[in-house]
Nanobody
């Protein structure tokens, strides 16, 4: 089993920044994908960003168009933690943000992720 714990959410103003953390423990895969999804009230959970652990060195990552250029993934290998740096936040970024892990290649489909964290709330008032 893989345990994931997200943190770093909060209430910020439009244009501000936040950094979310996803700390992993338990069984880990040498070739896996770590992703962030988000779910706004009344909406489906949607893909935000993902990075392949196998390709840490190259920093290969994928971003949803809605966050490209504003959000950036990074990781601390020693802490087994992935970060989502969110800049220029907008009201439409308001959602619960979830970290997820799957073994294998990058996917934008939530059904293909087996392990999920409990989520962290990000609120950007309009």
């Amino acid at each position: 089993q893989v345990q994931l714990v997200e943190s770093g959410g909060g209430l910020v103003q439009a244009g501000d920044s936040l950094r979310l953390s996803c700390a992993a423990s338990g069984r880990t895969f040498s070739n896996s994908t770590v992703a962030w999804f988000r779910q706004a009230p009344g909406k489906e959970r949607e893909f935000v960003a993902a990075i392949r652990t196998f390709l840490w060195a190259t920093g290969f990552s994928v971003y949803a168009d809605s966050v490209k250029g504003r959000f950036t993934l990074s990781r601390d290998i020693g802490k087994n933690t992935v970060y989502l740096q969110m800049n220029s936040l907008k009201p439409e970024d308001t959602a619960v943000y979830y970290c997820a892990v799957r073994q294998g290649t990058t996917s934008i489909f939530r059904s293909e992720y087996a392990y999920w964290g409990q989520g962290t709330q990000v609120t950007v008032p309009s």
